[in-house]
């Protein structure tokens, strides 16, 4: 028994008769005195310092000794007792995952260095259960941002009150660009930062780009201009290679463009035409984005993201049609699916275009800056 059982407690309590049963060594009586010291916790009312100080003594040396599933019991009842034993939460947040999961996703008696403690140091499954507290601060989440698998981290992102740093936030998106699974989580995740946001349209199916595209339209024009700011600071500038034949065709581009004959009809022969490298030259130029943001929209025939470009510039939805009718060449059905993406850029709002294709021009200014 530690110093804390020869504590003052108040006259007429029961609890030192409790403690003089803690000195029985069957461990069925122990279990039954643990029960019994609980029920006493709980029905106790109000406690005096040395009280509190035996109940976290005697209830952590005896939950010690007890198997698993008194012992997650006994987390189930404490993880949501505001004043229950620090020590014996602390001891509970450590023990293995069916005992402290209750504690680690409720207990508020666990402090922030409690909860380092425990994500720096044990496996995923304590992690994911810390994850899902109804708060977790920026210095725990940077952890298990580093050190969670991609299970933990979608846990994590899915929780909005869960508070990220910037620097966290920007490799969850790093990771969730490259895992299917993570994409729901990282797009619909509130407070996303924009730019971060938009990084993710290239690589996410059509029903959240569109989310995105709302979310662009809907955005406040103060916040847009900071998401545009942060995302100007960070954005990479090596993006690949360009063609064999780019200074080539930027050079006939300039001149085109020198003589007022760079158009969208000529966009259109250039396509017909075979002349990619041109066709992409111009198409950054008139969206006024990079040429790997065009090159990666029709290499990958993102018609969707086609359809924001050209949405943008103003241009007449037959000319998309037909760029979507050549981009997709002689794949099945090319004309009902360019029909199909034509209904979708009649129906995209040409705000919402204009300010998703902000996000995208920060790579130009950027790779022209360097």
Same mark, same amino acid.
């Given at each position: ?15 030192? *008769? &409790? ?7 069957? =461990? ?9 010291? !609980? ?19 005697? &209830? ?14 006994? =987390? ?36 922030? *260095?409690? &909860?380092?403690? /425990? ?22 989440? *940077? ?21 990220? =740093?910037?620097?966290?936030?920007? !490799? ?30 290239? /690589? /996410? ?16 024009? /103060?916040?847009? @201009? ?6 100007? #600071? ?20 300039? @001149? ?113 800056? #360097?």
């Amino acid at each position: 028994m530690t110093d804390a059982a020869f504590a003052p407690v108040e006259t007429g309590s029961r609890l030192p *008769d &409790l403690i003089v049963l803690a000195q029985e060594t069957s =461990s069925e009586k122990r279990r039954a005195l643990l029960r019994e010291l !609980t029920e006493h916790f709980f029905g106790a009312g109000k406690r005096s310092a040395g009280e509190d100080a035996l109940y976290d003594s005697v &209830l952590t040396d005896l939950t010690a000794e007890m198997d698993t599933a008194v012992r997650a019991e006994l =987390s189930a009842r404490f993880a949501l007792s505001p004043d229950a034993p620090r020590g014996l939460i602390r001891r509970l947040a450590n023990d293995e995952v069916a005992v402290a999961e209750a504690v680690l996703r409720a207990s508020t008696v666990l402090t922030e *260095d409690d &909860l380092l403690g /425990v994500v720096r140091s044990r496996g995923q499954a304590h992690l994911r259960a810390v994850s899902e507290r109804a708060t977790v601060s920026e210095a725990v989440s *940077d952890v298990i941002v580093e050190r969670g698998d991609d299970e933990t981290l979608g846990t994590l992102l899915r929780n909005d009150g869960a508070r990220l =740093s910037r620097a966290a936030t920007e !490799t969850a998106v790093e990771r969730a660009k490259v895992n299917p699974e993570l994409h729901e989580a990282a797009v619909q995740r509130k407070g996303l930062p924009a730019d971060l946001l938009n990084d993710m349209y290239f /690589v /996410v199916e059509g029903r959240l780009r569109q989310q995105i595209l709302e979310q662009n339209a809907a955005m406040d024009p /103060v916040l847009l @201009e900071s998401a545009l700011a942060a995302g100007r #600071a960070r954005v990479a500038t090596g993006d690949g290679a360009l063609p064999a034949d780019y200074s080539e065709c930027l050079a006939y581009v300039e @001149e085109l463009k020198a003589a007022n004959q760079l158009n969208p009809t000529m966009l259109a022969r250039f396509l017909r035409s075979g002349s990619r490298t041109s066709f992409l030259i111009a198409l950054a130029q008139l969206a006024d984005v990079d040429f790997h943001t065009a090159s990666q929209i029709v290499e990958k025939k993102e018609l969707d993201a086609l359809a924001v470009i050209c949405k943008a510039a103003d241009l007449d939805r037959s000319l998309f049609l037909t760029f979507a009718v050549v981009i997709m060449g002689g794949e099945d059905n090319a004309m009902g699916k360019a029909h199909s993406y034509a209904k979708l850029y009649a129906e995209l709002q040409r705000d919402a275009a204009l300010r998703t294709l902000r996000f995208w021009r920060m790579r130009r200014g950027t790779a022209a800056a #360097a």
